[in-house]
């Protein structure tokens, strides 16, 4: 827990108090300008040293705005800022936490092996694009199998319309979502229906609109950048504050919000030579929260090292992270359904690629990637698969492709449906990214509502270069039109939506509690035919998974001692090991058989 005399930000102490406190190294005296009802007023904040300004003012109450006035001349919002309603460049607003009536005080968080993501974009997700409509669907995605909903970055970003990954104000939730209440409103419906919440943080940039942190202290490190823009300061002069700053952040939304996990964007963007680097730091504090509340906490890395460090324990020298992200898989899978081989797919293609993702964790290992001009990665752990996130679409691989078309608008419902039994049968934890599931055809394009005209027109700019060798119109991310032709269509009751419902609850009744066990999983690759046969080894059975990436059904013999569990030439039923499905002929053309061997 952090000491309430060392929080940033405001924070509302009760009968019309707040405590404020900020990190500004570079000025002389800090002042707190209040909008109040009785009138503007300036309060002095007292000098704690090592940069630091704190106090305890009367007068300020929840709902009261403000700003920072730096050496009696510019003033600012506060960088901790919990709410932004009136946007990037609005005053800051106290708010109080702990005035949101919570429902789950009966909540014992999730296992890890019993996960299965839903990756939701607020914005896009309904028509009102704010967390109570997320609220909405909980029901139909608690009965399709999902056990954990992922949200993109909430963090306050410059206008209505953005991915989330230009967050200027980290501590507060998105005004046009809904704010503070409603995310909490989003988390305690949630843990109604057993599901836990992960949310996306981005601790290697911030936005390029909007952002007060260079008025305040040396945040950024000016010797690194990131592909975003320079990297913060997490190992340079001064960095103490910055990584206090973010490690607060990270305790914010499980301590005020109740959250579950955090899914860390690119954490191969922060730079950090320390001996001690920042992000084993985080996820110590984040165990240390796990044991405070007795529940499961996560913390997810995206991550494209190939490192298996990154999940090491921090007394094997690790960094501590529950579970990673595995772009190997994705890409492996991609490349040798859709035949692609632009970009990083380049480095892709073969079936081998696929069982080796499935089996080993990585493609590449230390071997030479033609995508990157270099040796790439390292062996992943023994036995550690389950640690590893797999996903056959997520916000990225469809997000930036150039029109952000999602794998509906260009590949059968079969080859959908093998797509799907392959995450949701292997041994990752899967990722859905919202509406594959019934075959959304929506794109996802990058969408934008930055205020700067200079800016857009570089954005605009920097997209065109980046997709200069296609042959495609991009989107404008400026043009409302783009974020709305991403907004989930209504149709949600589909043949491929029973299909994934059947897929999770084979994978919830056989496969969990086999992750639970430390079982490992083999793959044979069914040469010369395109088919891979996963072989789990259950405790009293096993569970062979066919998967035939061919357009014609392939021949394959089966024991008599075989149950056949699911058939994906009949989507809409399930079978059990007393009363199997009939025992086919072949594996169906782009299909799957699940066979439990008695």
Same mark, same amino acid.
């Given at each position: 827990?952090?000491?309430?005399?060392?929080?940033?930000?405001?924070?509302?102490?009760?009968?019309?108090?707040?405590?404020?406190r900020v990190w500004a190294p570079e000025a002389s005296t800090v002042e707190v300008h209040g909008y109040l009802a009785s009138g503007d007023c300036f309060e002095r904040l007292t000098d704690e040293g090592h940069g630091y300004f704190s106090g305890s003012i009367p007068g300020f109450g929840v709902g009261d705005r403000y700003r920072?006035?730096?050496?009696?001349?510019?003033?600012?919002?506060?960088?901790?800022?919990?709410?932004?309603?009136?946007?990037?460049?609005?005053?800051?607003?106290?708010?109080?936490?702990?005035?949101?009536?919570?429902?789950?005080?009966?909540?014992?968080?999730?296992?890890?092996?019993?996960?299965?993501?839903?990756?939701?974009?607020?914005?896009?997700?309904? @028509? *009102?694009?704010?967390? #109570?409509? !997320?609220?909405?669907?909980?029901?139909?995605? =608690? &009965?399709?199998? $999902?056990?954990?909903?992922?949200?993109?970055?909430?963090?306050?970003?410059?206008?209505?319309?953005?991915?989330?990954?230009?967050?200027?104000?980290?501590?507060?939730?998105?005004?046009?979502?809904?704010?503070?209440?409603?995310?909490?409103?989003?988390?305690?419906?949630?843990?109604?229906?057993?599901?836990?919440?992960?949310?996306?943080?981005?601790?290697?940039?911030?936005?390029?609109?909007?952002?007060?942190?260079?008025?305040?202290?040396?945040?950024?490190?000016?010797?690194?950048?990131?592909?975003?823009?320079?990297?913060?300061?997490? @190992? *340079?002069?001064?960095? #103490?504050? !910055?990584?206090?700053?973010?490690?607060?952040? =990270? &305790?914010?939304? $499980?301590?005020?919000?109740?959250?579950?996990?955090?899914?860390?964007?690119?954490?191969?963007?922060?730079?950090?030579?320390?001996?001690?680097?920042?992000?084993?730091?985080?996820?110590?504090?984040?165990?240390?929260?796990?044991?405070?509340?007795?529940?499961?906490?996560?913390?997810?890395?995206?991550?494209?090292?190939?490192?298996?460090?990154?999940?090491?324990?921090?007394?094997?020298?690790?960094?501590?992270?529950?579970?990673?992200?595995?772009?190997?898989?994705?890409?492996?899978?991609?490349?040798?359904?859709?035949?692609?081989?632009?970009?990083?797919?380049?480095?892709?293609?073969?079936?081998?690629?696929?069982?080796?993702?499935?089996?080993?964790g990585y493609v590449y290992t230390g071997q030479y990637s033609s995508y990157r001009h270099r040796r790439h990665g390292r062996p992943f752990l023994p036995h550690s698969l389950g640690h590893l996130v797999g996903y056959g679409q997520n916000h990225d691989q469809v997000g930036n492709r150039p029109t952000g078309d999602r794998l509906?608008?260009?590949?059968?419902?079969?080859?959908?449906?093998?797509?799907?039994?392959?995450?949701?049968?292997?041994?990752?934890?899967?990722?859905?990214?919202?509406?594959?599931?019934?075959?959304?055809?929506?794109?996802?394009?990058?969408?934008?509502?930055?205020?700067?005209?200079?800016?857009?027109?570089?954005?605009?700019?920097?997209?065109?270069?980046?997709?200069?060798?296609?042959?495609?119109?991009?989107?404008?991310?400026?043009?409302?039109?783009?974020?709305?032709?991403?907004?989930?269509?209504?149709?949600?009751?589909?043949?491929?939506?029973?299909?994934?419902?059947?897929?999770?609850?084979?994978?919830?009744?056989?496969?969990?509690p086999s992750l639970m066990s430390g079982a490992r999983i083999t793959a044979t690759v069914e040469a010369p035919h395109p088919m891979i046969q996963l072989t789990w080894a259950l405790p009293e059975a096993t569970l062979e998974v066919l998967l035939n990436f061919s357009s014609e059904s392939l021949a394959h013999s089966q024991g008599?001692?075989?149950?056949?569990?699911?058939?994906?030439?009949?989507?809409?039923?399930?079978?059990?090991?007393?009363?199997?499905?009939?025992?086919?002929?072949?594996?169906?053309?782009?299909?799957?058989?699940?066979?439990?061997?008695?």
């Amino acid at each position: 827990m952090i000491p309430q005399k060392e929080r940033l930000g405001a924070q509302y102490l009760g009968q019309g108090t707040t405590a404020f406190r900020v990190w500004a190294p570079e000025a002389s005296t800090v002042e707190v300008h209040g909008y109040l009802a009785s009138g503007d007023c300036f309060e002095r904040l007292t000098d704690e040293g090592h940069g630091y300004f704190s106090g305890s003012i009367p007068g300020f109450g929840v709902g009261d705005r403000y700003r920072f006035r730096l050496d009696a001349h510019e003033e600012f919002p506060d960088p901790a800022s919990r709410s932004q309603p009136e946007g990037v460049f609005g005053p800051s607003v106290v708010i109080d936490p702990d005035q949101f009536v919570w429902h789950d005080a009966h909540w014992e968080g999730r296992r890890w092996e019993d996960l299965v993501f839903y990756e939701i974009h607020v914005g896009t997700f309904s @028509d *009102g694009g704010r967390f #109570d409509g !997320v609220i909405d669907d909980l029901p139909r995605l =608690a &009965q399709l199998g $999902i056990t954990a909903i992922e949200i993109m970055p909430i963090a306050q970003f410059p206008g209505e319309r953005n991915w989330g990954y230009d967050g200027v104000f980290p501590y507060a939730p998105q005004s046009s979502y809904g704010g503070p209440e409603g995310f909490a409103r989003l988390v305690d419906a949630c843990h109604a229906h057993h599901m836990a919440v992960f949310l996306d943080v981005v601790y290697n940039h911030t936005g390029p609109e909007g952002s007060v942190l260079t008025q305040f202290g040396p945040y950024f490190n000016t010797h690194y950048h990131t592909p975003w823009g320079q990297a913060l300061n997490f @190992d *340079g002069p001064h960095s #103490d504050a !910055v990584r206090e700053f973010f490690l607060q952040n =990270a &305790q914010q939304w $499980i301590i005020d919000y109740h959250v579950d996990g955090l899914r860390l964007d690119a954490v191969h963007a922060i730079i950090d030579t320390s001996a001690e680097p920042f992000l084993r730091e985080l996820t110590k504090a984040i165990d240390a929260l796990s044991r405070h509340y007795g529940r499961p906490i996560y913390t997810v890395a995206e991550s494209d090292r190939n490192d298996p460090r990154e999940i090491l324990p921090r007394d094997q020298e690790g960094l501590g992270f529950s579970g990673q992200w595995n772009d190997d898989l994705h890409h492996a899978l991609h490349a040798f359904v859709t035949g692609e081989r632009t970009v990083y797919y380049e480095d892709f293609g073969s079936l081998k690629d696929l069982s080796r993702a499935l089996t080993e964790g990585y493609v590449y290992t230390g071997q030479y990637s033609s995508y990157r001009h270099r040796r790439h990665g390292r062996p992943f752990l023994p036995h550690s698969l389950g640690h590893l996130v797999g996903y056959g679409q997520n916000h990225d691989q469809v997000g930036n492709r150039p029109t952000g078309d999602r794998l509906a608008s260009y590949l059968s419902e079969r080859q959908l449906g093998l797509i799907a039994a392959t995450i949701l049968l292997s041994p990752a934890i899967p990722l859905l990214f919202m509406g594959e599931e019934y075959g959304e055809s929506a794109p996802f394009p990058y969408f934008i509502d930055h205020h700067d005209p200079q800016l857009v027109q570089a954005v605009r700019d920097g997209r065109a270069q980046e997709w200069a060798f296609s042959q495609e119109v991009l989107p404008d991310p400026a043009d409302p039109n783009t974020f709305l032709s991403a907004r989930l269509s209504t149709r949600r009751d589909t043949p491929l939506a029973h299909w994934y419902q059947m897929l999770l609850a084979v994978r919830h009744k056989y496969l969990t509690p086999s992750l639970m066990s430390g079982a490992r999983i083999t793959a044979t690759v069914e040469a010369p035919h395109p088919m891979i046969q996963l072989t789990w080894a259950l405790p009293e059975a096993t569970l062979e998974v066919l998967l035939n990436f061919s357009s014609e059904s392939l021949a394959h013999s089966q024991g008599e001692s075989s149950r056949v569990l699911i058939n994906s030439e009949t989507p809409e039923r399930i079978g059990t090991p007393e009363r199997p499905l009939p025992t086919p002929s072949a594996v169906p053309s782009h299909g799957c058989l699940v066979i439990y061997h008695l």
